[in-house]
């Protein structure tokens, strides 16, 4: 997983790296802009062939810029490059300035000239912007953002801090991919900040990976080593019992797909066995549809009530379609009330809104229960949010007060652990904005838990490998197309990659 890191943490990796290889700060700046040209001409081939206007401000991301702009000169092309009028330009940008003839200047008051099309690639703030940028940038930031063209902004959209929120009018460049260096920076990754930044490609540099280790963070980027990481093998002498019972609660009339999608999703995850504890209206249902789940029988016709549990599970999962009739409320208070504290569990749906009228019995949770809810669920959780950076603060200090993991689930899903850590998941595409993605996260969950995995773990490699399926079904059914059963589907082949 890749660490995130405040501003001041990036300056210190990237001296930590100019001092241990012996290179200077112009190296590393050359270094940079390669990496970040070679990566925008993959994905924009056009980059040669095009109107190229690189807009430069007065430190290092503008000295990238100036060092891009010489590149596309030695490649051929023919860029207009603005650098920001300024009396105190950084040493690598001064240095990169003298390298480079036709240099337009760029003053606030004056409008820069724009082809009809092509790109402008934004390099006048980096990490180094050090606060929201005054009402003074709001007309080249329209003007920029009022380009035909393709905006590619290097390491940051300009005018966004990497580390907080941004006031709604403050100016920022509206990009169309940024080019962000070797980690995911915080703000990348807000939803707020979808329209700064729809795409975001990790530049690798070859920063000293012991410096990035040595500093300290509770946030985590996921990647796919994550997930593989804690793939639980099968072995040779396994028998179904080996990888667990898996319980999953919920249904109602009319909402018996919800532990359906489940129940498909969770034995899609590999656990040995599995109960599903539905009204007597989903009984058949469920077992035509699913014919490798076992049924449990609920004295409820249209509702449960009973919640009435046999024997012991290996991890149970509640609240997917279950209404919140009284008779169900009522059992699935005396449920949480007989629960044993070491029991692995899932609250999804109603069993949070549930909980979000009955603030008290929260504490009948076990330890370490993963809380998975969409946002009005959340909300009525947490409480009411203004900001993602507020939307995380109190999601934290939720799962921190009482010792649980709150999924807040999006593009970028974040973990949210009771130690504090927030892992940000890096699959996933807006497809999943479909009915039951979330009942089928749920079922991944529950699956991966039966088999003994620690909540951490089982959220993470559950959160990373449901946006993982729904990329693979993405890729060949398209995100309109793409339905919950799809992300089932796919799972087989989302484990087989995984494996690899
Ligand atoms: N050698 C290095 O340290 C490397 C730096 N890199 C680039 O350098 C960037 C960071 O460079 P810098 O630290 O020079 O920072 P930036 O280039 O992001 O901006 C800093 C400059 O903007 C000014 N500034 C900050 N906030 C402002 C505001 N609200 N209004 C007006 N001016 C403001 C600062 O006084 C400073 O002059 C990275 O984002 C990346 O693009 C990369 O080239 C990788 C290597
Ligand atoms: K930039």
Redesign the pocket.
């Known amino acids: 997983m890749k660490k995130i890191l405040t501003p001041n943490q990036l300056?210190l990796v990237?001296q930590q790296t100019?001092n241990k290889e012996g290179i200077n700060?112009l190296d590393?700046?050359k270094r940079?802009?390669s990496a970040a040209l070679i990566a925008m001409l993959e994905d924009f081939t056009d980059l040669l062939k095009d109107p190229v206007v690189l807009v430069c401000?007065?430190?290092?991301?503008?000295?990238?810029g100036l060092q891009i702009a010489k590149l596309l000169q030695q490649l051929g092309a023919k860029p207009l490059v603005y650098l920001l009028q300024s009396a105190?330009y950084?040493p690598?940008n001064l240095a990169s300035q003298k390298s480079l003839a036709d240099i337009l200047p760029l003053n606030l008051t004056e409008e820069i000239i724009l082809p009809e099309h092509g790109f402008i690639i934004d390099c006048l703030?980096?990490?180094?912007?050090?606060?929201?940028?005054?009402s003074s940038w709001k007309p080249l930031i329209d003007r920029i953002n009022s380009f035909q063209g393709t905006v590619l902004s290097?390491?940051?959209p300009s005018g966004l801090p990497s580390d907080t929120s941004l006031s709604v009018n403050s100016p920022c460049v509206h990009a169309d991919k940024v080019y962000t260096?070797e980690l995911p920076k915080w703000s990348l990754l807000m939803p707020e900040n979808a329209k700064y930044v729809p795409a975001f490609r990790i530049v690798s540099?070859d920063l000293e990976q012991e410096a990035i280790q040595s500093l300290e963070t509770q946030n985590y980027y996921l990647g796919k080593e994550d997930g593989q990481e804690r793939i639980i093998p099968r072995s040779k002498f396994s028998h179904k019992g080996t990888y667990g019972h898996a319980l999953i609660i919920g249904g109602s009339l009319g909402k018996i797909g919800a532990p359906l999608l489940c129940s498909k999703a969770a034995m899609r995850s590999g656990c040995g066995l599995l109960d599903v504890l539905v009204p007597q209206c989903g009984q058949s249902i469920i077992h035509t549809a699913h014919p490798e789940a076992m049924l449990l029988s609920d004295s409820g016709e249209e509702v449960l009530r009973d919640f009435n549990l046999p024997k012991t599970y290996q991890a149970i999962a509640v609240g997917i379609g279950m209404g919140q009739d009284e008779e169900t409320i009522r059992g699935f208070d005396l449920f949480l009330q007989s629960l044993e504290q070491n029991q692995a569990l899932v609250l999804d749906a109603d069993a949070l809104n549930i909980l979000a009228k009955n603030p008290t019995w929260i504490s009948n949770l076990p330890k370490e229960t993963i809380l998975s809810p969409h946002p009005k669920e959340l909300s009525r959780l947490i409480g009411e949010w203004h900001s993602d950076e507020e939307k995380l603060l109190k999601a934290k200090e939720f799962a921190q007060r009482h010792q649980h993991i709150v999924l807040i689930k999006g593009a970028h899903t974040a973990i949210v652990c009771p130690d504090g850590s927030v892992y940000f998941n890096s699959t996933g595409n807006p497809g999943m904005a479909t009915a039951g993605s979330g009942d089928t996260l749920t079922g991944i969950l529950v699956g991966l838990l039966a088999q003994g995995m620690s909540s951490t773990d089982a959220a993470i490699l559950g959160v990373y490998i449901h946006g993982y399926a729904a990329d693979l079904a993405a890729n060949e059914l398209s995100e309109i197309a793409l339905i919950a059963s799809d992300i089932i589907r796919y799972l087989p082949k989302a484990w087989l990659e995984l494996q690899r």
């Open positions: 300056h990237d100019i700060s590393l700046t940079a802009s401000g007065k430190g290092n991301n503008g000295a990238d105190e950084s690598d703030f980096g990490f180094g912007l050090k606060k929201e940028l005054g290097i390491d940051m260096f540099i």
